[in-house]
């Protein structure tokens, strides 16, 4: 299963994007989807997370309050909706997933997910 994700770009400090991560096959409606990304010379870090059931959602602290994760079930597609950009938010965002529906206190971890996407690079100029 491949996820392609797509969506990222270059915005101004303040501005929104919406990135989006469709996998080739419905694989995941009873797993897990998920949001990481990793900025030059740093780890790879989590950023958001969901059960395809909508059940539960996981945020990293950075981004609460300014990301909201969602799924289309009809498009088979899951979002990220990034808004109020900083210049700390740019990077490559990864889209993740896993079969497991996972409990809230291990969507953090990059080790519970089983497929990546390619990535797609969000540069917030200030």
């Known amino acids: 299963v491949q996820l392609q994700a797509s969506g990222g770009g270059m915005v101004q400090a303040g501005g929104s994007l919406r990135l989006s991560c469709t996998p080739s096959?419905?694989?995941?409606?009873?797993?897990?989807m998920g949001w990481f990304r990793q900025a030059p010379g740093k780890e790879r870090e989590f950023v958001a997370a969901?059960?395809?059931?909508?059940?539960?959602?996981r945020y990293a602290d950075s981004v609460k309050g300014r990301f909201t994760i969602s799924r289309d079930r009809s498009k088979n597609t899951l979002y990220l909706q990034l808004n109020s950009l900083k210049s700390e938010d740019t990077a490559v965002y990864y889209c993740t997933a896993t079969t497991r529906s996972l409990i809230f206190s291990t969507m953090y971890n990059r080790v519970e997910y089983d497929y990546w996407g390619q990535g797609t690079q969000v540069t917030v100029s200030s």
């Open positions: 096959a419905r694989t995941f409606s009873s797993g897990t």
């Open positions: 969901m059960r395809w059931s909508g059940s539960t959602t």
